[in-house]
């Protein structure tokens, strides 16, 4: 009897609160504090989504028979990575995409059950929205009408989860689960599952820039190095039996960051010619552009204080004036910027401008690869001021970006049209987090009170 009363209590209020976002359902749309109900409703719908896609729309083979034949090695003992191979090349992942996908091997009898690697997929497509929404509620700077173009609209992310079963949205999810551990305190295990999503695929580590000078802000330098052990312990642990038996093979074929991509499959550089391309000179230009990027915004926009930058390296109780210790329940920036960002949302901020500066100067971006900022493209629109960039300018910017990844091939027009939306990204990034400045005028006198003169 008291289970049923709990459970009609919980029923009531449940449809209290509906009745309520109802009757303030344009609220709903417009104000942050709505995202839980929001994306509660989404997370429902997105269920049926996947289930209808599932059903409805023909599975697609592209990479899922490689992946298989590359862990099946593995799983026959071949210890050797060069030896890792499918039919589509070389293994070129690192250890921690052996040991997930030879789980799914395993899971799917041996990677033939296609349908119900499919419903897997359609799993962690949902627990890696829960896991997003989860970031954007800790925020609170995002409408939430905004997640309907973030969930449902978007065919070429339902495509990459549960139609092409790539590893890309895999290492997103660990990903975004170690964020979420950053914004609860939890650096060490956050740093773990960070490594862990590194071990599934490289990508990852364009969010490494903006997670070191989290670190060395929260902890100094000193302070930060058992972090980063915990990431570099990692890596060796997983990739341990590969690198007793080949360890130069092991580091060139799952670390290669000079792996050439092929020209067909690019959607951000189309309208270059094939020989600019290939270029190491132009391989080499867009590294120190991300480079300066990524100097620029440590510089001026991630760093708040007035101190040098380089203050970042000592403990944080020795610095001078001091800094307010990096936890979610701070407030920062809010003089010195002209949007007022809590530690949650600053924390996302720069990991999130880290990985888009990483994207905006990537060598080749390809289909797939949508799934690396799809997620965080609306935090970045919208955690700054709608007086830079109105409402419907983001959200036509939402649907550009996503036109040009639905363009198959893609073509000059939609490569320049990709690159024009992330310069205006990076322009109301820049602009909207600008220090502003700080008035020095003293307060105006005030007659002390009586209270004012105890308390003296």
């Given at each position: 009897l008291r289970a049923e009363t709990r459970s009609g209590m919980a029923a009531g209020r449940g449809a209290a609160a509906l009745r309520r976002a109802w009757r303030e359902r344009r609220a709903a749309l417009l104000e942050p504090r709505y995202t839980p109900l929001v994306a509660a409703c989404l997370c429902l719908a997105e269920g049926g989504v996947n289930l209808w896609v599932i059903r409805r729309v023909p599975y697609t083979e592209i990479d899922w028979k490689a992946y298989m034949q590359e862990v099946e090695g593995f799983a026959n003992g071949t210890l050797d990575y060069t030896q890792l191979k499918g039919d589509t090349g070389p293994l070129v992942y690192p250890a921690g995409f052996v040991y997930i996908f030879l789980g799914l091997y395993h899971a799917t009898g041996r990677g033939s059950d296609i349908r119900l690697a499919q419903y897997l997929f359609a799993g962690?497509?949902?627990?890696?929205?829960?896991?997003?929404?989860?970031?954007?509620c800790r925020t609170n700077k995002v409408p939430p009408y905004v997640f309907f173009f973030m969930c449902c609209a978007s065919y070429r992310i339902h495509s990459i989860f549960v139609l092409r079963l790539f590893n890309d949205p895999v290492a997103m999810a660990i990903l975004f689960l170690a964020i979420n551990l950053f914004l609860e305190e939890r650096w060490s295990w956050g740093c773990l599952l960070f490594s862990l999503a590194v071990s599934v695929k490289m990508n990852?580590?364009?969010?490494?820039?903006?997670?070191?000078?989290?670190?060395?802000?929260?902890?100094?330098?000193?302070?930060?190095?058992?972090?980063?052990?915990?990431?570099?312990?990692?890596?060796?642990?997983?990739?341990?039996?590969?690198?007793?038996?080949?360890?130069?093979?092991?580091?060139?074929?799952?670390?290669?960051?000079?792996?050439?991509?092929?020209?067909?499959?690019?959607?951000?550089?189309?309208?270059?010619?094939?020989?600019?391309?290939?270029?190491?000179?132009?391989?080499?230009?867009?590294?120190?552009?991300?480079?300066?990027?990524?100097?620029?915004?440590?510089l001026h926009r991630w760093?708040?204080?007035?101190?040098?930058?380089?203050?970042?390296?000592?403990?944080?109780?020795?610095?001078?004036?001091?800094?307010?210790?990096?936890?979610?329940?701070?407030?920062?920036?809010?003089?010195?910027?002209?949007?007022?960002?809590?530690?949650?949302?600053?924390?996302?901020?720069?990991l999130f401008s880290s990985n888009f500066l990483g994207v905006c100067c990537s060598r080749s971006l390809h289909y797939q690869f949508y799934v690396w900022y799809f997620h965080t493209l609306p935090y970045l629109l919208w955690c700054t001021p709608t007086t830079k960039l109105a409402h419907m300018p983001k959200v036509l910017l939402l649907g550009v970006i996503e036109l040009c990844w639905n363009t198959y091939p893609s073509t000059v027009c939609s490569s320049l049209s990709l690159h024009?939306?992330?310069?205006?990204?990076?322009?109301?990034?820049?602009?909207?987090?600008?220090?502003?400045?700080?008035?020095?005028?003293p307060p105006p006198s005030r007659k002390p009170t009586a209270m004012s003169k105890k308390a003296q």
């Amino acid at each position: 009897l008291r289970a049923e009363t709990r459970s009609g209590m919980a029923a009531g209020r449940g449809a209290a609160a509906l009745r309520r976002a109802w009757r303030e359902r344009r609220a709903a749309l417009l104000e942050p504090r709505y995202t839980p109900l929001v994306a509660a409703c989404l997370c429902l719908a997105e269920g049926g989504v996947n289930l209808w896609v599932i059903r409805r729309v023909p599975y697609t083979e592209i990479d899922w028979k490689a992946y298989m034949q590359e862990v099946e090695g593995f799983a026959n003992g071949t210890l050797d990575y060069t030896q890792l191979k499918g039919d589509t090349g070389p293994l070129v992942y690192p250890a921690g995409f052996v040991y997930i996908f030879l789980g799914l091997y395993h899971a799917t009898g041996r990677g033939s059950d296609i349908r119900l690697a499919q419903y897997l997929f359609a799993g962690l497509y949902l627990v890696n929205l829960l896991l997003v929404f989860r970031i954007y509620c800790r925020t609170n700077k995002v409408p939430p009408y905004v997640f309907f173009f973030m969930c449902c609209a978007s065919y070429r992310i339902h495509s990459i989860f549960v139609l092409r079963l790539f590893n890309d949205p895999v290492a997103m999810a660990i990903l975004f689960l170690a964020i979420n551990l950053f914004l609860e305190e939890r650096w060490s295990w956050g740093c773990l599952l960070f490594s862990l999503a590194v071990s599934v695929k490289m990508n990852i580590l364009l969010f490494a820039p903006g997670l070191l000078f989290l670190l060395l802000q929260r902890f100094g330098l000193l302070g930060c190095i058992p972090k980063l052990c915990i990431c570099a312990l990692l890596q060796v642990v997983l990739g341990l039996p590969f690198l007793l038996v080949n360890p130069m093979g092991y580091l060139t074929r799952s670390f290669d960051l000079g792996r050439q991509f092929q020209f067909k499959w690019t959607v951000n550089w189309r309208f270059l010619p094939e020989e600019v391309f290939q270029n190491r000179v132009f391989h080499a230009a867009l590294l120190l552009a991300h480079l300066a990027g990524l100097g620029l915004f440590a510089l001026h926009r991630w760093h708040s204080s007035k101190e040098n930058i380089l203050t970042l390296l000592k403990d944080p109780a020795k610095r001078k004036p001091t800094s307010p210790r990096l936890t979610v329940n701070n407030i920062l920036w809010q003089t010195s910027c002209v949007c007022p960002l809590n530690a949650s949302a600053w924390i996302v901020f720069i990991l999130f401008s880290s990985n888009f500066l990483g994207v905006c100067c990537s060598r080749s971006l390809h289909y797939q690869f949508y799934v690396w900022y799809f997620h965080t493209l609306p935090y970045l629109l919208w955690c700054t001021p709608t007086t830079k960039l109105a409402h419907m300018p983001k959200v036509l910017l939402l649907g550009v970006i996503e036109l040009c990844w639905n363009t198959y091939p893609s073509t000059v027009c939609s490569s320049l049209s990709l690159h024009i939306c992330h310069g205006l990204i990076l322009l109301q990034l820049w602009y909207g987090t600008a220090p502003t400045p700080v008035s020095h005028t003293p307060p105006p006198s005030r007659k002390p009170t009586a209270m004012s003169k105890k308390a003296q």
